[in-house]
């Protein structure tokens, strides 16, 4: 789609994407974080059951739990994040900014091709 500035209808947009870019950061923490913090707890309940696993295996299985449980929440915290982003740099943020003559906007503006404009005219 060709982004038109409503004002000057200069076709040089810049597509901000910062709700976008915040979500996905804020998401990525709060995700591994999220998963990090319930297996630590997890683990703790497992040391106070368990008298079958060394104090060395079971040191290993959580820092191994917590690794990568930290790095599948943040990849998914990530997208949850960047789609919310998403949704407040289309309906909250000007998101959209003009090069030419400096306007920001929030909704896209295009204006259609000829043949978008009448289709079966020639």
Same mark, same amino acid.
């Given at each position: +789609? =060709? ?8 076709? !040089?947009?810049? $597509? !901000?994407? @910062?709700?976008?870019?915040?979500? /996905? ?14 297996? %630590? @707890?997890?683990?703790?309940? &497992? ?12 040191? %290993? ?7 990568? /449980?930290?790095? +599948? ?6 997208? $949850? ?10 309906? $909250?943020?000007? =998101?959209?900014?003009? %090069?030419?003559?400096?306007? !920001?906007? /929030?909704?896209? /503006? ?5 043949? &978008? ?6």
């Amino acid at each position: +789609m =060709n982004l038109i500035c409503p004002q000057c209808t200069s076709a !040089r947009i810049l $597509v !901000r994407n @910062r709700g976008k870019k915040i979500g /996905s950061a804020l998401g990525t923490v709060a995700g591994a974080l999220g998963t990090a913090v319930s297996i %630590l @707890r997890s683990s703790e309940l &497992q040391e106070a059951t368990s008298d079958t696993l060394s104090t060395t295996g079971i040191l %290993l299985t959580t820092a191994t739990g917590v690794i990568l /449980s930290g790095l +599948m929440g943040g990849s998914t915290g990530a997208v $949850v994040g960047a789609k919310l982003g998403e949704i407040v740099d289309n309906n $909250v943020l000007n =998101n959209y900014q003009c %090069l030419s003559c400096g306007l !920001r906007y /929030s909704q896209p /503006s295009s204006s259609p091709t000829q043949d &978008q404009a009448y289709p079966g005219f020639d």
